[in-house]
């Protein structure tokens, strides 16, 4: 369930909802991976801001059976609580 239909089915002020939304960064051979909070209904411009807090060259959307895999949590629930540290 995207953040814009969980806040209206759920009756919850599309200003207090937020998305979560890993990402796999990438310099050279060096991936690493980050969570985002980002706000719903909010447009933002993932490869230059993330680019530069996590000093990569690129960043793209972490595929959806990694994320599953590593956080051991279901599609439309992945949160922020409970990430593993890697």
Request: aromatic letters at 8%; a positive charge.
């Amino acid at each position: 369930m995207d953040g814009i239909k969980l806040c209206e089915h759920y009756n919850i002020d599309i200003k207090t909802g937020a998305n979560c939304l890993v990402c796999e960064c990438k310099k050279g051979e060096n991936k690493t991976y980050v969570a985002l909070l980002v706000p719903t209904g909010y447009r933002y411009n993932m490869s230059s801001t993330v680019r530069k807090y996590t000093n990569s060259r690129m960043v793209s959307v972490a595929t959806l059976d990694y994320v599953l895999e590593k956080t051991k949590m279901e599609y439309g629930s992945i949160n922020p609580i409970g990430l593993p540290e890697d």
